[in-house]
């Protein structure tokens, strides 16, 4: 074993690094010499972590590190790999230099953290990590790793990364052209080896991509009884616009699985553990009426949508929305004191998206692709109003397709603002 392990370290100091576009996260801001932290980048599979790690190798220099992947089927998930793995290091390093260690997907081994706490006590050897999974983060990371990391959460790009990914500068575009990228952004989403392929080959890359999802995060992971429950609990969420887990657990009971709501609980919570969805709950002061509400499933990109719901994966209106709450959630993650809620009264007068910082209602959003229609805009403008008056937030979006403008109704100041604008808001 100690062998194979000297062949895989070796192997990656020998190998040029792919190209590599650099991402908006820096993870050397993120690493100090005074603070002894692991650094734990997670996120969903494929929205290139890896490629974080090797970005990184790339700016401390590729001899200062040592990158190994524990899927890599070679390496058995047993302990002793990482006993070994420290010897082998220690053997091949000079244990005065500073040696960087970028470990992908380390959580399948067995007491990895307390191999990486005594790591981080004994040896000069700096600890980043990644993988797929919330048990990475420092609010689920094991008990000898409390305090002792931090956390960067990585999301498929941005619509600036997807510019950059595309080579595309934003200020030199006509607006057709900008429509155009805002419509493939909407349709294909923004997992990296999506964006770069030739469209041909995206529908392989995203049915792939699906599939070990489910095998390696759920399936693998969990060992659930029923595969077929998840499969198809799934393709309800994907076309759902709300959904409660009674709902869900009736409507798998008339498909003649015998299911209780206890196990459906479980199942969202491992494929939300996944970052597969996101589950938006209704904004009341009261807890009990968030825990009751129907909750919103929003997809960790809007491929998923594209591909695999049947309802919604024509229709702008709904990707535009699950974009928009991608970003919100992804600012909810930097920031944590931003919630993300959605609103709707007993009239169905409902706003997309409530943002809550610290105990203010800080602002209210809407997202409609098409106000051209006098009927729908005045809909989303009075339950804007509404929400406006209950909970007493004054700034007041509407994001479109392609409509910029403000506007004064019952003095109220409503903003609407391009999608693209409102994505490239800290830019423009």
């Not at 998840?230 to 009674?246: A, H």
């Not at 209602?361 to 804007?384: A, F, G, W």
Request: glycine share 4%; charged share 30%; with cysteine.
């Amino acid at each position: 074993m100690k062998q194979l392990l000297e062949e895989i370290i070796k192997e990656w100091w020998s190998q040029k690094l792919p190209k590599i576009n650099p991402r908006e996260i820096n993870l050397l801001n993120l690493f100090s010499k005074k603070v002894n932290k692991a650094i734990s980048v997670i996120g969903f599979r494929r929205v290139g972590k890896t490629y974080l790690l090797l970005e990184l190798a790339q700016k401390l220099g590729q001899e200062n590190c040592i990158y190994v992947n524990f899927e890599d089927e070679r390496i058995p998930e047993k302990t002793e790999v990482l006993t070994l793995f420290l010897e082998v290091i220690k053997e091949l390093r000079d244990r005065e230099k500073m040696t960087f260690l970028l470990l992908d997907e380390i959580q399948n081994i067995p007491k990895w953290s307390k191999w990486a706490r005594r790591v981080m006590d004994t040896c000069n050897y700096p600890i980043f990590l990644s993988g797929s999974s919330s048990k990475l983060s420092s609010k689920e990371i094991p008990t000898e790793l409390r305090g002792r990391t931090l956390t960067c959460y990585l999301f498929p790009l941005s619509f600036r990364e997807f510019l950059t990914f595309k080579n595309k500068n934003i200020k030199n575009l006509p607006q057709t052209t900008i429509l155009s990228l805002q419509r493939e952004y909407l349709k294909f989403g923004g997992l990296p080896e999506v964006v770069l392929v030739e469209e041909g080959k995206r529908y392989f890359l995203i049915d792939e991509y699906f599939k070990t999802f489910l095998i390696r995060d759920i399936f693998e992971r969990y060992n659930p009884r029923n595969e077929a429950v998840i499969r198809d609990m799934l393709k309800l969420l994907l076309n759902s616009t709300y959904f409660t887990i009674s709902k869900i657990t009736n409507t798998l009971k008339s498909l003649g699985y015998k299911i209780g709501k206890g196990t459906i609980s479980n199942y969202l919570n491992w494929i939300e553990d996944s970052f597969f969805v996101y589950f938006l709950k209704f904004y009341s002061p009261n807890v009990k009426d968030q825990l009751q509400y129907p909750r919103k499933p929003y997809f960790i990109d809007n491929f998923f949508i594209s591909r695999f719901s049947s309802k919604f994966s024509k229709n702008l209106g709904r990707l535009m929305e699950n974009l928009v709450a991608q970003s919100l959630i992804k600012e909810s993650y930097q920031h944590h004191l931003l919630e993300i809620y959605y609103w709707k009264d007993n009239r169905a007068r409902e706003v997309d998206f409530v943002l809550k910082h610290q105990e203010k209602i800080k602002q209210l959003i809407q997202v409609c692709y098409d106000l051209y229609d006098p009927e729908t805009k005045n809909r989303e403008i009075n339950s804007l109003l509404k929400a406006s008056k209950e909970l007493k937030c004054n700034d007041l979006f509407i994001i479109t397709s392609d409509y910029e403008g403000e506007e004064k109704v019952k003095g109220k100041k409503i903003k609407f603002i391009p999608l693209w604008k409102w994505l490239l808001k800290d830019e423009l």
